[in-house]
């Protein structure tokens, strides 16, 4: 995500999590970490192997993510089951999205003023409570015929996890050395696309075998891991002791972000991706009108782009060593326009699928180098602002995609959306970095040293 640098830790300044400065040596500058991490291609394991508070901030968070995913392929299928309507699909993503925006940017701010560790704790016991309704709702037949509850529901979880997310993501770097960031990223990507796989499938199967009931009851027991993950995790107050949460600090991220160009454009070119190229609203209705399926035909496309992504992820050990990083973003997100444009194009649902896995892939390259640029560029004290606004784009660009294909599909057709879209995502990612060229230019290295020399604190949580 970003770019540039700015502000530094102050030289020699204690971390109220790690203690004091870490020098290059305690940051896994040496050679034997250097060739630790190099060469091959499966993805670098050392954060988990060497960093046992990151494996198990990963470990809950991995699990937390499946019960997500089940919950949030439940809710789009339980939607269409009532309405019949894609535009009405759609709109799940839309209601969540002004609490996700307000939410991301002040809940960024609320994650740099207080302990991470805690503000995280509470804010899953909140979410537990969330899921708890949907399966009792559910269960009720309270969701029989009307779907306004479901709604409300996912405008209140949106509202908490623009708060979890951002403290559960600032937490991360503090974690591992600075040069295993992009392995790190990698592996929580891993995580969330392992859960993206397999979520839609348990959730189609749980509808099949026991209904809507039964996926929510699976992503409650699902809290149970991260919570306990995050029970073990050291407190994790920000360095320097934080900044009061407040309108003020929140333009200070801001004010941040539009000094960094290339941080900026790797959230442009993301929003570009998302808006125009996400067409997951459509794949109820497309399952059924042109791939002649049902649930589990749209839960296979929902999976499709989670396994591409997941091999991506699981051979991206050669991204840690990219120097090119910007360039690889914006060629990552040509190829994910392309395919789903073709994806667009054809009958048969296996050569589908198979795009959708070829977009995935790209879209997983764009984000483990997008998220490796943000933890890089951003000191710590201003992880929460940056991932609060990370958050908004990561998780507001598929939502607003999801109105764009739900509406573009009702006013011409479904397969009129996906084409036009994914040739839009093109267009206008063309026309971005043509205006700012400085994330195409991005050095990884320069950043690094950058990075290197403003002083980031030790690995907290070792034992």
């Known amino acids: 995500m970003p770019e540039g640098q700015v502000s530094a830790v102050a030289d020699g300044q204690a971390s109220p999590v790690a203690g004091p400065v870490a020098s290059p040596v305690a940051v896994g500058a040496g050679p034997a970490r250097r060739r630790r991490v190099g060469g091959g291609l499966l993805a670098d394991v050392s954060p988990l192997r060497d960093h046992p508070a990151y494996r198990r901030l990963w470990l809950g968070e991995t699990v937390s993510a499946l019960g997500s995913q089940i919950t949030a392929t439940a809710v789009l299928l339980q939607v269409f089951a009532i309405t019949r309507s894609s535009f009405q699909v759609g709109l799940v993503g839309v209601v969540g999205l002004v609490p996700l925006v307000a939410g991301g940017l002040f809940g960024g701010a609320i994650v740099d003023a207080v302990d991470r560790r805690r503000l995280a704790l509470i804010t899953s016991s909140a979410l537990a409570v969330v899921s708890a309704l949907f399966l009792l709702l559910s269960a009720s037949g309270a969701l029989d015929t009307v779907a306004w509850p479901l709604f409300c529901?996912?405008?209140?979880?949106?509202?908490?996890?623009?708060?979890?997310?951002?403290?559960?993501?600032?937490?991360?770097?503090?974690?591992?050395?600075?040069?295993?960031?992009?392995?790190?990223?990698?592996?929580?990507?891993?995580?969330?696309?392992?859960?993206?796989?397999?979520?839609?499938?348990?959730?189609?199967?749980?509808?099949?075998?026991?209904?809507?009931?039964?996926?929510?009851?699976?992503?409650?027991?699902?809290?149970?891991?991260?919570?306990?993950?995050?029970?073990?995790?050291?407190?994790?107050?920000?360095?320097?002791?934080?900044?009061?949460?407040?309108?003020?600090?929140?333009?200070?991220?801001?004010?941040?972000?539009?000094?960094?160009?290339?941080?900026?454009?790797?959230?442009?070119?993301?929003?570009?991706?998302?808006?125009?190229?996400?067409?997951?609203?459509?794949?109820?209705?497309?399952?059924?009108?042109?791939?002649?399926?049902?649930?589990?035909?749209?839960?296979?496309?929902?999976?499709?782009?989670?396994?591409?992504?997941?091999?991506?992820?699981?051979?991206?050990?050669?991204?840690?060593?990219?120097?090119?990083?910007?360039?690889?973003?914006?060629?990552?997100?040509?190829?994910?326009?392309?395919?789903i444009a073709a994806f667009g194009l054809v009958h048969d649902i296996a050569l589908g699928v198979l795009l959708l896995a070829v977009a995935g892939a790209a879209d997983m390259v764009s984000a483990i180098l997008r998220n490796a640029i943000l933890n890089v560029s951003t000191p710590d004290e201003m992880r929460g602002r940056l991932q609060g606004v990370f958050l908004v784009v990561v998780a507001g660009g598929p939502r607003l995609g999801d109105l764009e294909a739900g509406g573009i599909a009702a006013a011409v057709s479904p397969v009129f959306s996906v084409v036009s879209g994914g040739l839009a995502c093109i267009g206008a990612l063309a026309v971005a970095t043509a205006a700012v060229p400085a994330l195409v230019r991005y050095d990884a290295r320069a950043a690094m040293t950058r990075a290197r020399a403003r002083g980031e604190p030790e690995p907290a949580g070792q034992n």
Request: contains cysteine; positive net charge.
């Open 153 to 339: 529901l996912v405008a209140v979880q949106s509202a908490l996890l623009a708060v979890d997310q951002p403290a559960r993501r600032a937490m991360a770097p503090n974690l591992v050395p600075v040069e295993s960031l992009p392995a790190a990223s990698a592996l929580s990507q891993i995580g969330s696309m392992a859960a993206a796989v397999c979520g839609p499938l348990v959730a189609s199967l749980a509808l099949t075998l026991g209904g809507f009931s039964v996926a929510y009851a699976v992503d409650l027991a699902t809290f149970a891991a991260p919570m306990y993950g995050l029970a073990r995790l050291p407190a994790m107050p920000p360095l320097g002791g934080g900044r009061v949460a407040g309108v003020a600090s929140v333009v200070e991220g801001l004010r941040f972000l539009r000094g960094q160009p290339v941080l900026l454009m790797t959230f442009v070119v993301d929003i570009i991706a998302m808006v125009f190229g996400m067409p997951r609203a459509l794949f109820p209705e497309l399952a059924e009108t042109r791939f002649g399926g049902g649930s589990v035909t749209a839960g296979a496309m929902y999976s499709a782009v989670a396994v591409g992504s997941l091999l991506a992820a699981g051979l991206s050990r050669p991204l840690g060593g990219l120097r090119r990083q910007g360039l690889a973003v914006v060629v990552s997100i040509v190829l994910w326009g392309g395919a």
